[in-house]
Structures are given as structure tokens and as C-alpha cells.
């Protein structure tokens, strides 16, 4: 019997078995992926002192050759000095390298007024070098001596890896690839006591999630330093937000709607709704997270770290039973992030909470699910309600190194550039 039409049995599918067991899509080597109220008002020079004392910041970025070097990456960085700035921190402080770095040649791709391809220097201030391996290795090398924690963002490309989609690599200036389990040996040689934050804008980046394991390998035990990230989209999938168009107000990418999230301004310097969902009085990553989720309105399939390990925890028979479960029910369990990232998607599609995913999809008008992001809001809403039962059917079992992984997992996602 053809229980589904077209559109909504394909929906159905990637819902009840993909989470887990993505299919590899075809390489797009041009695609990447950057609350209400701001901080308020920096409270003096001390309070900036403070703040600065307890995290270091890295930023990396740009393409692996002028090709696919484009301006959006470099706009990216500057819109991250900014989210620095408008949050009490000084962009100066931050070791920041991009590109070809500062040796004068026209690298960054863009479009002129009349659609035409040119290069231009990059102008990024406070700019340390290139993108390189080297550069990489030597900042984490000097952090190692720095007990405080790092956040590190990276904004660029990124390539599947064909024998192993959980070792996939992002690209750096020269072409040169840093791999999930390259990256995370160089994080084994920080202190246990340096925790570690990354924020991954590129494509297949969700397969960094894997940072959390020593030397990047899920067969191996959690690292004992705390670690966490947030990636664009899943470890099989291309993302968007690599173009060389010139205007910001343009862009929709995982960038754009996470630092939006985080600092309470756009990148075009707007205002945004408030993203403290837990009303605590600032703004954690993974309620940045979940503000991305619901603000970016792209293909991407935004992950963390901890949610990436949820589902891999969860097999196709016990997806199935959490999306055949009503959403209030699900609900229930669901931190304020969560809760806020389900309810502003149903709203989208005028789901009854008092039904399943499943049952809402059933009756679900075609017309609502006709565009490719359309489809992606249907996979991010079964996506955060697996994570909500998995969390709970964790918390709920036996296994006490299960659940210490959790809390460490959402702990880390839990705190900000305030703590």
C-alpha cells in the first residue's frame, strides 16, 4: 500500500533511518558554511580583563587556493571580530589566520558589480598569517602552555572521506588537509585541564564531532579533556554558504545564524530575538545552536557534538519509536533549547504536538514540503526530538559511563564566552 505520497515517504525515510546511516551525497567543492540583546554594554575595563582571561580564541579560515577562496569566508572572519567586539571582548587578543595570510597577493574571490570574477587582498585586521598546518600546530602548541579555555572557529571548505566518513578532513591554504583524527591529536597534547570549543562552518563537518574521542577515533575511549563542538551540517553532507557574492545581507549560512544567536546582533548589525532560552542571563553555545537551527533557513542539517552521539547511540527500531511518540510527550524531557528549537519548527508546518512526528507527516499537505528547505526543517525537527529521547532513555538506563559522557557532553555545549 502506498502509505506516503512522494514527498512525504522520502521525508519519512531520512527520518526514520538516516539520522544514523547517511547516504553519501555527490562533493560540492564550493560549498561551506558563520540574543536579543547584545551584552550588555561592556561593563568597564575590568569586567573585559576578566572575560579575556578565561578563554583564548582561534579563528582559522578561507579556501585552500584563490579558486575557492571566496569573499564570504573573509566576511565570515570579520563578522566573528565583530560578535568578539559587540561581547566585551578585544578582536586583537584573538590569533587569527586566514588564507594566504599577509603576504600581499589578491587570493579572495568576489563578483564586481557587474557579475564579474575578481581577486582582491584580504583585509582582515589583526591577521596573523596563513591558514596553514604549521600555523595550526604551533597556536595549539602555545595554548598548551595557557591553562585557559579555547574556543576555535573555523570557516572554510571541507572533503568527505570516501574510506572513512568519520575521519573527514577540512581544507587549508596550499590544499593542504587536516583530518577529524589529525586534528584531535593535536588537541591530546593540551593539558586535561584545557577545555576545548569548536565552531565548524564547512561541508560533511558534522564528522569533527569526533573530536571528543583521543585521537579522533570512535572506537577509542572519550578524551579526558573536556571537549565539545558545533558543526554546520552531518558528517555526509555538503553545506551552504560559500559565495562570492559581495552582500552580507544575503547571506544564509550556519556563521550568520550562530554568532547571530550568540551575541543578539546580526551580521548586518540588527537586532535579533534573545536566544538565553533558560533565562539564566546570557547566552550559551548551545542555545546559539538552537537559535541556528530554526533561523538559518538553508539545506544544512545543523549537529553537535553530544547530538551527533545521541543518535549514533540509537538504532532505526528505537528511532522509530521515539518519532511515533507524540512531540509533547517528548517535550517533556526537552531542555528550554530544545523545547525552543521543536515548537518554533512544528509552528512552521502546523504539526499537532498531540500527535507523533509521524502521524503529522502523514497527513502533512505536500505543499509545505516542496522545497529542498522545507525538507531540511522536517529532518532538523526529527533530528532534536531523537536527541530529546535518546537523552532520556540514557539518563533512564544502567549505564553510569554512558551518562557521565552525556553530562560532560552538554556541559561543555552548555557554557559561553561569559564563563
Not at 581577486?119 to 582582515?124: A, L, M, S, Y
Not at 512552521?348 to 502533512?364: I, R, V
Amino acid at each position: 500500500m502506498q502509505y506516503f505520497s512522494r514527498h512525504r515517504r522520502l521525508i519519512t525515510n531520512l527520518a526514520l533511518g538516516t539520522f544514523i546511516g547517511w547516504q553519501l551525497p555527490a562533493i560540492n567543492p564550493n560549498s561551506v558554511g558563520v540574543n536579543a540583546q547584545v551584552a550588555a554594554n561592556c561593563q568597564g575595563q575590568k569586567q573585559n580583563q576578566a572575560q579575556q582571561e578565561k578563554t583564548n580564541f582561534l579563528a582559522f579560515g578561507g579556501g585552500p587556493a584563490p579558486s575557492a577562496n571566496e569573499i564570504a569566508i573573509e566576511k565570515n572572519i570579520l563578522y566573528f571580530q565583530r560578535t568578539l567586539s559587540a561581547m566585551g571582548y578585544n578582536p586583537s587578543q584573538a590569533s587569527t589566520y586566514f588564507a594566504n595570510g599577509n603576504d600581499g597577493q589578491a587570493t579572495v574571490r568576489y563578483l564586481d558589480p557587474t557579475g564579474q570574477q575578481q581577486f582582491k587582498v584580504p583585509q582582515i585586521p589583526n591577521l596573523k598569517g596563513a591558514s596553514t598546518m604549521a600555523n595550526l600546530e604551533r597556536s595549539i602548541q602555545d595554548l598548551s602552555k595557557n591553562p585557559k579555555s579555547i574556543f576555535l572557529y573555523f570557516t572554510g571548505h571541507g572533503i568527505p572521506n570516501p574510506e572513512d566518513i568519520d575521519n573527514n578532513a577540512f581544507l587549508l591554504w596550499n590544499k593542504e588537509l587536516l583530518t577529524v583524527q589529525q586534528f584531535a591529536t593535536m588537541l591530546d597534547s593540551l593539558p586535561d585541564r584545557t577545555p576545548v570549543v569548536t565552531m565548524m562552518s564547512q561541508c560533511f563537518a558534522g564528522s569533527f564531532a569526533n573530536l571528543i574521542y583521543q585521537g579522533g577515533d570512535p572506537k577509542r575511549p572519550v578524551a579526558l579533556q573536556t571537549r565539545c563542538g558545533f558543526f554546520a551540517t552531518v558528517k555526509t553532507r555538503p553545506s551552504v554558504g560559500c559565495t562570492p557574492a559581495v552582500n552580507e545581507a544575503d547571506y544564509r549560512d550556519y556563521s550568520s545564524s550562530f554568532f547571530a544567536g550568540l551575541s543578539g546582533r546580526s551580521r548586518t548589525g540588527q537586532p535579533v530575538s534573545s536566544a538565553d532560552y533558560n533565562k539564566d542571563g546570557q547566552v550559551s553555545y548551545a542555545e546559539a545552536h538552537a537559535f541556528a537551527k530554526v533561523d538559518e533557513k538553508t539545506t544544512d542539517w545543523p549537529i553537535s557534538t553530544s547530538e551527533a552521539w545521541l543518535q549514533n547511540q540509537a538504532d532505526k527500531i528505537t528511532q522509530q519509536a521515539i518519532l511515533s511518540r507524540p512531540i509533547a510527550e517528548l517535550l517533556q524531557a526537552a531542555r528550554p533549547e530544545q523545547s525552543y528549537a521543536v515548537n518554533s519548527i512544528a509552528k512552521m508546518f502546523d504539526f499537532n504536538l498531540q500527535k507523533s512526528l509521524l502521524a503529522n507527516l502523514q497527513g502533512l499537505d505536500n505543499s509545505k514540503i516542496e522545497t529542498e528547505e522545507q525538507k531540511a526543517y522536517i529532518i532538523r525537527l526529527g533530528m532534536e526530538l531523537t536527541n530529546i529521547g535518546m537523552e532520556k532513555q540514557i539518563r533512564s538506563s544502567e549505564n553510569s559511563q554512558a551518562r557521565a559522557t552525556l553530562d560532560k557532553l552538554i556541559k561543555c555545549e552548555s557554557s559561553s564566552w561569559k564563563q
